[in-house]
């Protein structure tokens, strides 16, 4: 059974960093892109930020140049670093990936105060 587990979510003040990790048991992710999903209270779940196998990065705009997505694949885990956070980052951050379906995480809770 394939299980996606966040951590690192927490309360920072705004211009602070968080560090959320996502282990992945059941399978190998290695040959997968991974993301990091997040939704704010009343919006829509948006993508953050992906990683392909071969590790190309992408990023929505709005966390361009402050969150790095990284992965270990020898650990079967994938991180999303966020610094200079700022009061609209707060959410839940799900990390998934997709095969024949699509897996998710449970999700961390990031607040930001400003």
């Known amino acids: 059974q394939v299980r996606l587990v966040e951590s690192g979510g927490g309360l920072v003040l705004a211009g602070g960093s968080l560090r959320l990790s996502c282990v992945v048991s059941g399978s190998t992710i290695n040959v997968n892109a991974m993301e990091w999903y997040r939704q704010a209270p009343g919006k829509q779940r948006e993508l953050v930020a992906s990683i392909s196998s071969r590790g190309t990065t992408n990023y929505a705009d709005s966390v361009k140049g402050r969150f790095t997505i990284s992965r270990d694949n020898a650990k079967n885990t994938v991180y999303l670093q966020m610094n200079s956070l700022k009061p609209e980052d707060t959410g839940v951050y799900y990390c998934?990936?997709?095969?024949?379906?699509?897996?998710w995480g449970q999700g961390t809770q990031v607040t930001v105060s400003s």
């Open positions: 998934s990936y997709a095969t024949w379906r699509r897996y």
